[in-house]
C-alpha cells in the first residue's frame, strides 16, 4: 500500500472511559482538518465505526486505549485496535532529547503516522529510565515531549508553547486552552529554571506532573505541582 510506504495516514487514540469515548468530536475534527491538508478522503461514519468494531467486545468497566489510524488505499480505511488502558502515571521523569522539530514543517501540527522524531526521542529516554524526551525546535525553543504537550507553571501563569514552535494541537491542550486555564508562549530552557511547576497531557494519561528534566534546571515545588496537576486533571475529566 502505498500510503503505508510513504508514511501518507493519521492517527488519533482516544481515551474510552466507562463504554464512552472521551473528546471525541475534538478528535473527529482533528482527523478531518489533517486529513483536508494531506488529501485524504475521511468520512466521519468510518471513523465512528471503525471506533464501534474496536469497543464491540470491550467491557465498560474498564478504561481502554483505542487507536483508529486512517489511510488510502482504493478509498479512506480505517484500521482500529483496543487495548486496557492500565496505570497512568502521576508523576513522570523527562529527559532532553537530541532530537529536533522543525518548526516550519507544517506536518508537525498534524497527528501523521510518520513520527520517527518523536519514537526516537521516546526510546532514547526510556533507555535511560525517563518517561520521555523533550524536543526543542531549530531554535532552541521548547516544542513539546515524544507523545505529549508541555506546560509550565511561570508566575502563576500556566504555559505552554505555541503551534509555531513545532507543536502538535493536542487535545487536552485544547481544552485547558480553551477553558482559559492556560495561554500560550514561547518558551526557552532558560525559563524552566524560573517554573513552579511542569506537567504532560495527551489523550490517555490526561495529565502528570513532571518531577525532573535530565537536561535542564527545573527544580518544582511540591506543593505547586500537586495543586496543579489537581486543576489540570479535574479539566480534563469530560461532563
Known amino acids: 500500500m502505498s500510503s503505508l ?20 468530536d475534538y478528535h473527529i475534527e482533528r482527523m478531518a482538518g489533517s486529513a483536508r491538508f494531506l488529501g485524504l478522503d ?23 486505549r ?9 478509498g479512506p480505511v480505517y484500521l482500529a485496535h483496543a487495548e486496557p488502558l492500565g496505570p497512568v502515571p502521576e508523576i513522570v521523569e523527562l529527559a532532553l532529547s537530541d532530537q529536533r522539530v522543525f518548526s516550519g514543517n507544517p506536518l508537525c501540527q498534524h497527528k ?25 525546535n531549530e531554535r532552541g525553543e521548547i516544542a513539546e515531549a515524544g507523545r505529549a504537550n508541555l506546560f509550565f507553571l511561570l508566575d ?12 502538535l494541537p493536542g487535545i487536552a491542550r485544547r481544552v485547558l486552552l480553551e477553558r482559559g486555564l492556560a495561554m500560550e508562549q514561547v518558551l526557552r530552557p532558560g525559563d524552566i529554571r524560573d517554573a513552579s511547576a511542569g506537567f504532560v497531557t495527551n489523550s490517555l494519561i490526561r495529565a502528570a506532573g513532571v518531577s525532573r528534566i535530565r537536561g535542564l534546571e527545573y527544580e518544582p515545588d511540591p506543593a505547586a505541582l500537586e495543586a496543579g496537576l489537581l486543576e489540570i486533571r479535574n479539566a480534563l475529566v469530560p461532563v
Open 66 to 74: 483505542v487507536r483508529i489510524t486512517l489511510f488510502r488505499d482504493a
Open 112 to 136: 501523521t503516522i510518520s513520527r520517527l522524531s518523536y519514537y526516537l526521542a521516546q526510546r532514547e529516554a526510556e533507555a535511560g529510565g525517563f518517561w520521555d524526551g523533550l524536543l526543542l
Open 156 to 167: 502563576d501563569e500556566l504555559l505552554t508553547p505555541p503551534l509555531s514552535s513545532g507543536v
Open 5 to 24: 510506504l510513504h508514511g501518507l495516514g493519521l492517527f488519533e487514540t482516544l481515551r474510552v472511559s466507562g463504554g464512552v469515548p472521551e473528546f471525541l
Open 42 to 64: 475521511f468520512q466521519e461514519e468510518g471513523f465512528l465505526d471503525a471506533l464501534a468494531e474496536a469497543l464491540a467486545d470491550r467491557s465498560p468497566d474498564l478504561d481502554w
